[in-house]
């Protein structure tokens, strides 16, 4: 299926052409030319949804050109029904954060817009990207700005946070770049993501390139005991750079891990299997026991961060069509509710400059509305029944106790504890006396914060009680990475969309000819 | 040996800079001061045509001189990088040398005395004629270093240099005598063949090697023999120090490659072993001692020795490599990495030479503080090409890093990349804390002392070359990957 019209590289020229143009505007008008600019970028995205053919598995919206002649390196863009949520989920939330940044930035806004722009513009790069360089590129072109966005606007300890993030990250990366290397001249001397995915390698290859992938994707991620840098990066962070780490940023390891792990290295990652659903367990209750602790609300939401991403980390390595599919809903799922949270504690970070639990108490008499927002988010990342975060944690729970009964009873356990700290959070923002001395700064949102959160109050409840349309674009694509790296195909489906389960049969045939095709 | 009229057309490039040398000092005495200026013009005319000559040659291979010379696509891609670099050194000491007050004529004479001996070292097909190239960039370097006679650093510098550059001269030239004995020819074809598929046994080749590979490694600046590259560095006038840390090391990694690979290439499952010991120390030393430093100007020269390094995986790759094509890729990859460092390394120093701090230069780190406040336009460039230097993409320095660390990986050596990687991580903390220096501290109150950029023409098109280089072959490195497989085909 093809477009004539260049749909993701427009999506992502766009922004960085943004960034470009506001080296030539004003500070004053360097808010709106952002909004704009993302805006357009939102509108661009959201015809895509509909475009989308949910019955393929096939990459869609297929761009390719010759980037470099030798070695082949090609701009070959795609998405399918994994990528495809995760991209409008990204354009979704980036004019948030410039609604949320128009007050609280005051210093170099155009830089700061100007960064925001090209984190966005490199985010869908990577989701979209099919030449495995390209998408080396776009991963790691992201670190500067965001190297800059926490170490020129973050809190006070923002530098040493900032060359935290930035050392991690990178020194995950470099593996990931001598793995690329070697699946090329293992792969047939090609660095198409399609191409390297059909291709077989042997097991103990495929165990040292699971490491390398394993070490860029766990620190992204971050998997226990990788996490480190997380706290103190969300933390320092600006509001804005806390939604796009928390939401996005996260979102490109477990991605990763789909798109390249998997469908490459399937003998390595049942392997590894063991490992991963450990490190997940432990990321989950650790994270959440962590939470319990903290005094600090960006901290606590760092912490349930670790654990919501152990939760999609166990998913993904069930292998069963309920634990991904529920692994990617919670991808956007925790991008649209994390993202919330942390533009909740913006805004009270925005009146009362101190994001102590202790400092904003009882939030609910001087700032009905805002309360309103916060609990609602806030229930929703502990997975209560009606919003979103339900149906991803329950397919999780559910693909796992398929694969691993006692994983399923251990993660349990981190909901119970998500139940702890979100409510024991909630009674004191929400339901303490307020600190006088605060008071009076205590003024309920403005119109502008209502436009940013509205937004994902409305994600948040449409995919709790409707998740249909996003499951059914996506159950092709991972049945599809499923059947390809694991034939014979998985334990029979149990019932939890009814047309999902006509569509399982149809999908595990269509990759048969492909393999037919394999010398 | 015969000797034909024509010949002299084929070395017309390095005629051109020759005649201009000399006749700017011929004219140095008789100018007024006023005019000395116009001598910049002179040289920076004579280098614009001289490449235009260079490149005219491209896709021709012929001897001249009865083999003392060759004139190949591989020569001319390094003439046509010296050529760019000892431009923009002239265009960066415009601005430089008036800031100084060192107005001294000669000086431009000394730039292109340098570079013809460069020109020579790249184009030579004898180790004759290499030496007498490397002599002829090696004393014009060492008035260089010295310029700046008031400062007793520059002229420790000078003296250091000259003292270890004899040195290894010495040695270089004990090499070839010994490599003569052991083969009865200078001529690299004739090594070649009088080698054949001998080994090390033979204790004459052995000697000879290694004293070669010394040679070269104190021109390289390669860990062990690296000691003067930071003393010299830092004393030179900065001009001259962006000029060897750029032109010098190119035009000795061309005529120590063509030595290698065309000479001793039937040596080489021998000297790469030596050379990955001598690679992996180099990036160990030169990335872990850049962390340590507070001047500038040591850092880049810390992180010039590192980038040596990563340009040596190259040349352990070429030789590590079964195959001749997968061997001939690895010495593009190392092409490549030369030029992409010229661009983010020159562009880095051209900063730091016009950072005046109350007169002088201003080459602490400290000195960059906050700016991006003062000088936002300046500290973004700096930011390019340190973000470059750290191999990050989309930037020509990781398109660099992408291309030795494939040769590496495409000869067998994976682990090589990845130690090599491991290291790069250790160069980022070093270039970033200039960028965080530069962004994310407040600059002091505005004083007469304050660090300040000093603006001028000439210095904005150093860094719109250097920073168009950088991004664009950081985007697009195409045409110059097109042009680095072309020239190594000549070393077949």
């Given at each position: 299926m093809t477009h004539s019209f260049p749909w993701l590289t427009v999506l992502i020229v766009l922004p960085l052409a943004g960034a470009l143009a506001l080296c030539f505007v004003k500070d004053a008008a360097a808010r709106m030319v952002a909004l704009g600019v993302t805006v357009a970028d939102l509108l661009i995205s959201l015809p895509l949804w509909w475009l989308f053919d949910a019955t393929s598995s096939q990459m869609q919206f297929m761009e390719q050109a010759v980037w470099i002649a030798t070695p082949p390196i090609h701009y070959k863009l795609g998405l399918d029904g994994i990528s495809l949520p995760l991209i409008i989920m990204t354009t979704v939330l980036m004019p948030l954060c410039v609604l949320i940044s128009w007050r609280s930035i005051e210093t170099k806004i155009r830089s700061f817009m100007a960064m925001l722009l090209i984190m966005e513009g490199a985010m869908i790069g990577v989701f979209a990207a099919l030449d495995f360089v390209l998408f080396y590129v776009f991963w790691e072109a992201m670190l500067i700005p965001m190297y800059l966005l926490i170490g020129v606007w973050g809190g006070p300890n923002r530098v040493y946070a900032a060359v935290k993030f930035f050392l991690y990250t990178l020194a995950g990366s470099v593996l990931l770049l001598v793995a690329i290397l070697v699946l090329y001249f293992q792969g047939g001397h090609t660095f198409d993501v399609l191409l390297l995915s059909s291709g077989t390698y042997t097991t103990s290859l495929q165990v040292l390139l699971f490491l390398a992938l394993f070490a860029a994707f766990a620190v992204k991620v971050p998997m226990f005991p990788f996490h480190t840098w997380l706290p103190d990066a969300h933390v320092e962070a600006p509001t804005a750079g806390s939604v796009i780490l928390a939401s996005v940023l996260l979102k490109m390891g477990t991605y990763g891990f789909l798109r390249f792990s998997l469908p490459m290295l399937p003998d390595a990652s049942k392997l590894f299997a063991p490992l991963m659903i450990t490190l997940s367990i432990i990321a989950i209750i650790y994270g959440a026991y962590m939470a319990l602790a903290q005094a600090d609300l960006k901290k606590l939401i760092a912490y349930s961060s670790v654990s919501h991403m152990g939760f999609v980390t166990l998913g993904l390595f069930t292998f069963n069509i309920q634990g991904i599919e529920g692994a990617v809903m919670q991808m956007v799922n925790h991008g649209i509710t994390t993202g919330g949270l942390f533009l909740c504690v913006g805004v009270i970070y925005e009146r009362t400059h101190s994001r102590q639990i202790a400092d904003n108490i009882g939030l609910t008499k001087p700032m009905p509305r805002y309360a309103i927002f916060l609990v609602i988010f806030a229930l929703s990342s502990l997975g209560l029944p009606g919003t979103n975060s339900f149906v991803g944690e329950f397919l999780v729970l559910a693909g796992t106790f398929l694969s691993n009964k006692l994983a399923a009873a251990l993660a349990s356990l981190g909901i119970i504890l998500a139940a702890a700290y979100i409510l024991w959070m909630i009674q004191r923002v929400a339901f303490g006396v307020p600190s006088p001395t605060y008071l009076p700064k205590l003024r309920d949102v403005t119109n502008r914060e209502m436009v940013t959160l509205i937004p994902l109050v409305v994600l948040v409840f449409w995919i709790g009680v409707f998740p249909n349309p996003l499951l059914t674009r996506m159950h092709p694509s991972v049945n599809h990475v499923l059947t390809r790296a694991?034939?014979?195909?998985?334990?029979p489906v149990m019932t939890l969309d009814e047309p999902d389960v006509l569509v399982v049969p149809a999908a595990e045939e269509s990759p048969l000819p492909e393999e037919a095709d394999q010398p | 040996m015969t000797f034909s009229p024509g010949d002299v057309l084929l070395v017309l490039p390095e005629l051109f800079v020759i005649a201009a040398a000399c006749l700017v000092l011929v004219l140095e005495p008789i100018l007024v001061p006023q005019q000395r200026d116009g001598l910049a013009w002179l040289s920076l005319g004579t280098l614009v045509v001289c490449m235009g000559v260079v490149a005219s040659q491209i896709g021709s291979k012929t001897e001249a001189f009865g083999g003392l010379v060759i004139i190949d696509d591989y020569a001319c891609f390094w003439k046509l990088l010296l050529c760019f670099v000892s431009a923009l050194t002239v265009l960066l000491s415009y601005a430089y040398l008036k800031e100084e007050r060192l107005q001294i004529g000669e000086y431009y004479g000394f730039v292109l005395l340098a570079l013809a001996g460069m020109m020579v070292m790249v184009s030579a097909a004898d180790l004759l004629t290499i030496y007498l190239g490397t002599e002829l960039m090696s004393l014009s370097l060492y008035v260089m270093a010295g310029l700046k006679r008031t400062e007793p650093r520059s002229l420790e510098a000078s003296a250091k240099y000259f003292v270890l550059g004899a040195f290894s001269s010495g040695i270089l030239l004990y090499g070839i005598s010994l490599l003569y004995g052991a083969?009865?020819?200078?001529r690299l074809p004739a090594i070649a063949s009088a080698i054949g598929s001998q080994s090390l046994d033979n204790p004459l080749l052995l000697a000879a090697t290694i004293l070669i590979a010394a040679g070269f490694g104190f021109k390289l600046a390669v860990v062990p023999f690296h000691m003067w590259t930071p003393d010299v560095y830092q004393g030179a006038p900065t001009s001259v120090t962006a000029f060897m840390a750029v032109a010098s090391k190119a035009a000795s990694f061309g005529a120590f490659l063509r030595v290698f690979i065309e000479g001793l290439g039937g040596l080489k499952t021998d000297w790469s072993a030596v050379f990955l010991l001598l690679c992996i120390a180099t990036l160990a030393l030169g990335n872990i001692v850049a962390l340590v430093q507070t001047n500038i100007k040591r850092m880049l020269a810390y992180s010039s020795i590192a980038h040596a390094g990563y340009a040596l995986i190259g040349v352990v790759a070429a030789g590590w490599s079964g195959n001749s094509a997968g061997s001939l890729n690895s010495v593009a990859s190392v092409l490549l990495y030369i030029a992409f460092y010229a661009f983010m390394t020159f562009g880095a120093f051209a900063v730091v030479a016009l950072l005046r701090k109350g007169g002088i230069e201003g080459e602490e780190i400290e000195d960059f503080t906050g700016l991006a406040k003062r000088h936002p336009l300046a500290a973004f460039l700096m930011l390019v090409f340190m973000v470059s230097l750290a191999g990050i993409p989309p930037t020509a320095g990781f398109m660099g890093k992408f291309y030795v660390f494939m040769s590496a990986v495409e000869a067998g050596l994976p682990w090589l990349a990845v130690i090599a990687l491991v290291f790069a991580v250790v160069s980022a903390y070093y270039y970033l804390r200039l960028v965080m220096v530069m962004y994310m501290r407040e600059p002091g109150e505005l004083t007469a002392d304050s660090p300040r950029l000093v603006m001028s023409p000439t210095l904005s098109v150093v860094l719109t070359c250097t920073t168009a280089g950088v991004v664009i072959f950081g985007l697009y490195p195409g045409p110059l990957v097109n042009l680095a497989t072309l020239a190594v085909q000549a070393l077949k």
């Open positions: 694991f034939p014979p195909p998985p334990a | 083969t009865g020819s200078t």
